[in-house]
């Protein structure tokens, strides 16, 4: 069973859509982050939230972290063929404890 | 700046061989991990090292896999003997310290036949 859970696990969409994608958990972070990793590649740090409720943007891309930080989620705006790749969550439970979700697997046609 | 460097990048064993990834952090950085990432799984951490201490090895099969980082700087994981269920990519990551931005390497990618 997954400390956190990643929905859905697979999203193919075309180019222009909007999408939201999901990350939960029944225990509560100090931080979470979202990853973006290409194939043949280690993910890539997208962004870090902290504080319960907080709302981050990166361009077309929107993070939410719930209010009691058991969740967090990723707007994505239009959608491009270079958002194509594999979304992870990954949530820290103080310092030395950071586990990641499965991953949400997007696919954008052009 | 350089990034996090991983050799080799690729490797086939057959079962119950040794194997040996290797990995260079950024420069600077205290901590360094190894997660391995199963095939439409997310990255699960083996162990991490602060320094030349290891911090947690709590998920780390103790039976098969070994890791070291002795001047605190590169880092080897060991597979001995190898099974098919270690064909996975292993990734070596690093950060400035603990709670700081994690740094991904490109992944050792090891199919076990």
């Known amino acids: 069973t997954q400390l956190l859970e990643q929905s859905p696990q697979f999203l193919s969409i075309q180019e222009g859509e909007n999408l939201t994608v999901y990350c939960n958990s029944s225990s509560v972070f100090s931080s979470l982050q979202w990853y973006r990793q290409e194939p043949g590649e280690g993910p890539v740090l997208l962004v870090t939230?902290?504080?319960?409720?907080e709302v981050k943007k990166l361009k077309r891309l929107t993070f939410q972290f719930g209010d009691a930080r058991k969740d967090s989620s990723l707007h994505i705006t239009a959608a491009q063929p270079g958002d194509t790749g594999l979304y992870l969550c990954?949530?820290?439970?103080?310092?030395?404890?950071?586990?990641f979700g499965a991953g949400t697997r997007l696919t954008v046609k052009p | 700046e350089a990034g996090v460097a991983q050799s080799p990048r690729y490797k086939i064993i057959e079962k119950r061989q040794s194997v040996a990834f290797w990995c260079n952090p950024i420069s600077g950085h205290a901590t360094l991990y190894w997660y391995q990432q199963i095939l439409g799984q997310g990255p699960k951490l083996l162990i991490q090292?602060?320094?030349?201490?290891?911090?947690?090895d709590s998920q780390l099969p103790k039976d098969r896999f070994s890791a070291e980082r002795l001047k605190g700087v590169d880092s080897t994981l060991k597979i001995q003997p190898a099974k098919l269920e270690d064909s996975a990519v292993y990734l070596c990551?690093?950060?400035?310290?603990?709670?700081?931005?994690?740094?991904f390497g490109e992944g050792s990618w090891l199919t076990v036949v």
């Open positions: 939230v902290v504080t319960g409720g």
């Open positions: 090292f602060q320094n030349n201490g290891v911090v947690d």
């Open positions: 990551a690093s950060s400035l310290a603990v709670g700081n931005t994690i740094y």
């Open positions: 990954a949530g820290a439970r103080g310092n030395n404890d950071m586990r």
